[in-house]
């Protein structure tokens, strides 16, 4: 199976049929000016990291930036995004002087979230206080940021396996959010046990 992804300026193209890849390649290079830049390190902000096994992708320098960014480069790892006993409410402490500080945290966290899916209910969550955004909030965020340190470079491993099942998994909390007894919800779903969709809400 090959695959090709194209964008205005550059594209991408994976298979395991070498001999159809190099026919394709052939075909592009005949049709549109080109040039072949090597083996895939980095795409659209996401570093790749092949091997014969598969490959990974991760956004280890965006995740580092982050960090840097909230000076949290030296900060001390934790082993979960959130705390399990700590529920988030609306008025969790003093409201934050600089709201806006609170948002670009959430927003490149959640553009995180392409890379690491695990952190996406935590995302969710903190998204719900970007208007009325208190202290509580912000230390929820920087335990997010604490995790995220522990391993700044794990992201999504795609492996070629022996088989191709498609399988999905969904679960709820029914009612567990405190201020308004909404559930949360949340699902992925893997094709050869590989991730390729998930969603929390």
């Not at 695959?3 to 159809?20: E, F, P, S, Y």
């Not at 570093?47 to 096994?53: G, K, M, P, W």
């Not at 609306?90 to 934050?96: A, K, R, T, Y």
């Not at 959430?106 to 208190?134: H, M």
Request: aromatic share 10%; net charge positive.
């Amino acid at each position: 199976m090959n695959t090709l992804i194209a964008l205005k300026h550059a594209w991408l193209q994976r298979g395991n049929d070498d001999q159809g890849v190099a026919q394709l390649k052939e075909y592009l290079f005949s049709k549109f000016q080109t040039k072949d830049l090597g083996k895939l390190k980095y795409f659209l902000g996401i570093e790749v990291a092949q091997s014969r096994n598969g490959i990974v992708l991760s956004r280890r320098k965006y995740a580092l930036d982050i960090l840097q960014e909230a000076d949290m480069l030296d900060c001390r790892p934790v082993d979960t995004p959130m705390d399990p006993n700590v529920k988030l409410v609306s008025e969790q402490g003093d409201l934050l002087p600089n709201k806006e500080r609170y948002r670009r945290l959430i927003e490149k966290l959640n553009y995180l979230t392409i890379t690491r899916p695990y952190i996406s209910f935590a995302v969710s969550v903190l998204s719900q206080f970007l208007v009325k955004s208190c202290d509580g909030h912000w230390d929820a965020a920087i335990r997010v940021l604490r995790y995220i340190k522990k391993t700044p470079g794990q992201g999504l491993l795609f492996e070629d396996r022996e088989h191709h099942d498609i399988v999905g998994y969904c679960d709820a909390d029914w009612a567990g959010c405190p201020m308004d007894r909404r559930s949360t919800f949340g699902y992925c779903i893997l094709i050869g046990g590989n991730l390729i969709s998930w969603k929390s809400n």
